[in-house]
């Protein structure tokens, strides 16, 4: 099932991992770009994901997700693959 | 119990910087590495460029292995032995001789194991083969049927697809010097060596041999630089910078080497030299992804620790970690050390950039050059470092450097999670 405030809690995860400010995860800023995020941050941010919805990242897109938005989106397929 | 420890009394490398612990020590010492550009071709007239830590070359016939076994073999494949056997031929040829284990091959009841690791035995030559045949057939016969195809190709390939099962590249080797004892196969990626050390280990202290040959090694085809190179891992400048700002990926490195271990009681009773004690180590698998370590958990600081009670809370005196120089694999490595050793750490050298990253033998091959700086109490420096990542707080040996060396860990992070930690200890 698919949180109706996915969207809030992936922020929040993002923010905790990345140690930003929610307010300051607008939904396409370029985690490495825009927010100053490593290569290893982004991998953690795929861990946390993970870890909270119970899903299972594919190895291969883990470097596509580099926006809050591209997170929720993949987050929302896969939960919804789960049923 | 003398039968319950376990001692490493032959070494045996062949590498880009030479054939046998000596070559290989002095080039060590002196600070060279065997990095070459290679061009690789996969068509008649395009070619790639690769960097590489070539093997040195040598001839199996100077090995002085029965040739009637040799012929043997040659004549089941029906074709060259190929690299990846020549090789391993060669690695425990030379760490059986350093050891001067003696045992009577032609007994089968000999207790002398064989331990082989590689990730892929056999596989670019056969992928090679594929290619090259396949094409011509294809080429020469544009109008050829599903089943004119599948019965040249299983014709062709049947008995060099049944060899690449690892049992078979076992059974070769062992076949090939006469062991006869308790023996296994083991591939746990990058990590391999040390597991092969821990599974050679276990198999003395049962008792079923007295004596077992760990032992790996790895050749580079085009197929790994082209594999490597698609998920960003291949260092374009060939330089492999290990826990360094500009890190950038590795090269690879062929060769490998051969191990002997036995117990104590019987390297003393035959009075071999001895290396070290192998005190055993910590192993865990993460489960998580293939090419990616999981960063979020804390499988790679547990093998540490584990393998840290091997040590029996005694100073290490120096710290080897897998040292890929990747941006994600180094910062795993130094947050596992980090959290187990805090800010004091015990020196920490890489040996990568010496030999290349030899995959599935790396271990066995840097558990040799290991063997040679207890011996003579002197770190390496890690090469081609000149800027230090700060924020990995890892504190490098960058020159090279006389110290008195009881303990060495040693470290392995492989692919799909493989983690392990090994401790050798000095026999005084």
Redesign the interface.
């Known amino acids: 099932m698919v949180p109706q405030d996915l969207d809030k809690q992936i922020k929040e995860i993002i923010a905790r991992v990345i140690e930003l400010d929610a307010g300051e995860i607008t939904p396409d800023a370029d985690f490495i770009n825009d927010l100053g995020v490593?290569?290893?941050k982004a991998?953690?941010i795929t861990?946390?994901i993970e870890?909270a919805f119970r899903v299972v990242v594919p190895?291969e897109k883990?470097r596509d997700i580099r926006t809050l938005n591209q997170a929720v989106s993949l987050t929302k397929q896969l939960l919804e693959a789960k049923g | 119990m003398d039968s319950q420890r376990v001692v490493i009394t032959g070494i045996g490398p062949i590498a880009s910087i030479g054939i046998g612990k000596d070559e290989v020590w002095s080039s060590v010492t002196e600070g060279k590495t065997g990095l070459k550009s290679e061009e690789y071709s996969i068509s008649d007239k395009a070619s790639q460029k690769f960097y590489l830590h070539k093997a040195k070359d040598f001839k199996l016939c100077d090995l002085g292995i029965d040739k009637a076994v040799l012929n043997d073999i040659q004549t089941w494949k029906d074709e060259e032995i190929g690299k990846d056997l020549k090789y391993i031929l060669g690695v425990v040829k030379l760490a059986l001789d350093d050891s001067r284990l003696s045992f009577d091959p032609k007994d089968t009841k000999n207790k002398v194991g064989l331990v082989l690791t590689h990730e892929n035995p056999g596989l670019d030559d056969f992928y090679q083969k594929v290619i090259d045949e396949s094409f011509d057939l294809l080429k020469n016969n544009s109008s050829i049927s599903k089943e004119e195809y599948f019965k040249g190709f299983f014709g062709k390939f049947q008995k060099r697809a049944y060899d690449l099962q690892t049992f078979m590249f076992l059974y070769h080797a062992a076949k090939a010097f006469g062991f006869h004892g308790y023996s296994l196969f083991i591939n746990n990626a990058c990590a391999s060596g040390l597991y092969a050390l821990e599974a050679a280990a276990d198999i003395i202290k049962s008792g079923k041999c007295q004596a077992v040959i760990s032992a790996g090694v790895d050749l580079t085809s085009i197929f790994k630089l082209l594999w490597f190179k698609g998920i960003g891992m291949y260092a374009e400048d060939g330089l492999i910078k290990p826990f360094s700002k500009d890190r950038n990926g590795f090269v690879f490195g062929e060769g490998g080497a051969g191990i002997v271990l036995e117990s104590l009681e019987s390297a003393k009773k035959r009075k071999a030299h001895i290396y070290a004690e192998y005190s055993g180590g910590g192993f865990s698998l993460e489960g998580?992804?293939?090419?990616?370590p999981?960063?979020?958990?804390d499988s790679y600081k547990k093998a540490l620790s584990e393998a840290l009670t091997k040590a029996q809370k005694e100073t290490i005196d120096l710290l080897v970690p897998h040292g890929v120089g990747t941006?994600?694999a180094d910062?795993h490595e130094a947050k596992a050390i980090n959290e187990v050793f805090g800010r004091i750490k015990p020196p920490i050298t890489a040996l990568k950039p010496y030999v290349g990253h030899n995959l599935g033998s790396c271990c066995l091959l840097e558990t040799a050059i290991l063997m040679m700086a207890l011996g003579n109490n002197l770190i390496p420096a890690t090469l081609n470092v000149n800027d230090i990542d700060s924020k990995l707080g890892m504190d490098l040996v960058t020159t090279s450097k006389k110290s008195e060396i009881k303990i060495i860990v040693k470290m392995a992070c492989g692919f799909a999670g493989y983690n392990g930690a090994t401790i050798f200890k000095k026999i005084c």
């Open positions: 490593d290569s290893l991998i953690e861990g946390a870890k190895e883990i | 998580w992804k293939v090419t990616i999981d960063l979020n958990g941006t994600v910062s």
